[in-house]
């Protein structure tokens, strides 16, 4: 059963789980064994970790994020962008499929990136890449398609929009249109035309507050009203879940 | 109770957070006639002149607050209180900007604001090493008031400010901040804590109740 905890509380595990997790973000062990949460929100578990379910909306790097960026300038080597971090982001020339000393890439200040951090910390400026470490191919990272809007989540929505059977397949039953996600609470969507894009964006912001079962009947709802067909009072028709 | 000694309560309660779309967090809190608006961006960018290489630099500004007495709280009472309950070492040479804005004055400043930044910093959530309340009780002819509006304040003899924190020993919390003035004796400072440890506890309760009303949709996906 999950549990909301606050900053400076302890908190006892249910007697039947793991008695020594690893601990995860938002919670740390002081010395006496003891573990206090450090951050508000939900605590989760998974296998022998344990880790708070947190509300932000403000990215703090971490490596391994897929992300979306704003390219800022050029400098030397590298690009800078914006991630949406307290620091920009670098990401090197080289970094990009296919690119040598002598084949620059082709991009330019205000192009959207979507990429890979490679290092952060707190220590250091975030770094950035454009291909997996690998095989230095892309795997969709690279710059954005012209076309298409950027718009801010909170972190929480990004991660949820992210899972299985998230809101982008159900809108994509019934919707045609391109979506990239960042972790840093960045979405990207391009659709045949810009109320299409609005639409699609105001249906995802509004189901960060609607629950998990009820989204299907929340979607067909809204993808029928972009359509212009008026709600109706009839009960009947409230119950009908139809793909049309 | 039927103390004849105490009068009044804790005023309503009332809480938005979120609130502003363009802040990363914000918390618009009543208490009773009195609104404070606070806002929190951050960890973000700093100047290279300010910044701080092993800690986050906190940076608090009260928004239009013009008389002697309340500047002299912000100071010594609103800003250190909020600053210390941060966990500063996890994003150094960064910066979190919080605004407190004082929409409506009924009663003191301070204890309003520091509930409002509490609640703003939980919104946001950021590291905190504890959360944290404020109780005014003032004190006037024999009998104490909770939470005194400003008629009740113009009345008192001597007004207490008690912040507490949440402690499992202590009734309402450990006090890790007060301000006193006014004309009393060390019996009525005592007897003004006692009350103000039940008002706390209903402070922090609110508290609980207003993070798990805004997690109530990822509550139900969590099982």
Redesign the interface.
């Known amino acids: 059963m999950a549990q909301v905890f606050l900053p400076g509380e302890t908190i006892t595990l249910p007697s039947s789980s793991n008695s020594d997790p690893k601990v995860g973000k938002g919670i740390t062990k002081k010395k006496n064994g003891e573990l206090v949460s450090v951050q508000p929100g939900i605590l989760q578990q998974a296998e022998n970790m344990i880790f708070m379910n947190v509300y932000s909306r403000r990215y703090i790097p971490q490596e391994g994020d897929k992300v979306i960026g704003v390219v800022t300038s050029k400098g030397g080597d590298t690009f800078k962008v914006d991630i949406g971090a307290a620091d920009l982001a670098q990401l090197s020339f080289l970094s990009f499929e296919g690119a040598t000393k002598r084949n620059r890439p082709n991009v330019k200040s205000g192009d959207l990136i979507y990429g890979t951090i490679t290092i952060a910390s707190k220590h250091t400026e975030p770094e950035m890449s454009c291909v997996e470490k690998e095989d230095l191919r892309a795997h969709c990272m690279g710059v954005l398609p012209a076309g298409g809007f950027v718009f801010k989540v909170s972190l929480n929505l990004a991660r949820r929009l992210l899972a299985q059977n998230s809101i982008i397949t159900l809108l994509g039953n019934s919707a045609k249109f391109e979506s990239t996600i960042g972790m840093n609470g960045r979405v990207w969507i391009s659709a045949f035309d810009t109320v299409q894009t609005l639409a699609i964006r105001d249906i995802i912001l509004e189901s960060e507050k609607i629950y998990e079962s009820e989204l299907p009947m929340f979607v067909n709802q809204k993808i029928r009203s972009m359509r212009g067909v008026f709600p109706s009072l009839n009960a009947a028709n409230k119950m009908e879940v139809d793909n049309s | 109770m039927s103390n004849s000694r105490i009068k009044g309560k804790l005023r309503t309660l009332r809480c938005d957070l979120g609130f502003l779309k363009r802040a990363?967090?914000s918390a618009s809190y009543e208490q009773g006639k009195a609104i404070v608006w606070c806002s929190i961006?951050?960890?973000?960018?700093?100047m290279a002149s300010k910044r701080l290489t092993m800690k986050m630099l906190v940076e608090i500004s009260n928004r239009h607050v013009n008389d002697q007495d309340t500047k002299k709280l912000v100071d010594t009472l609103v800003n250190p209180i909020v600053e210390h309950a941060i966990?500063r070492t996890?994003?150094?040479?960064?910066?979190l900007v919080i605004t407190l804005q004082e929409m409506n004055r009924d009663g003191e400043y301070a204890p309003v604001a520091i509930n409002s930044a509490c609640l703003a910093l939980?919104?946001?959530?950021?590291?905190?090493?504890?959360?944290f309340c404020a109780v005014c009780i003032s004190y006037g002819n024999g009998v104490f008031t909770v939470d005194p509006d400003s008629v009740a304040l113009s009345e008192a003899e001597a007004r207490f400010i008690f912040i507490f924190?949440?402690s499992i020993t202590d009734l309402g919390g450990k006090v890790i901040g007060c301000d006193a003035s006014g004309v009393y004796t060390m019996e009525i400072y005592k007897e003004a804590l006692n009350y103000a440890r039940h008002s706390a506890l209903k402070i922090f309760d609110f508290?609980?109740v207003k993070?798990?009303e805004?997690?109530a949709?990822?509550?139900?996906?969590?099982?």
Do not use: C, F, H, W
């Open positions: 990363d967090a961006n951050g960890p973000g960018d700093v966990e996890k994003n150094p040479r960064t910066t939980l919104d946001a959530g950021i590291e905190m090493r504890y959360i924190k949440p508290y609980r993070i798990q805004k997690l949709a990822s509550l139900r996906i969590a099982g």
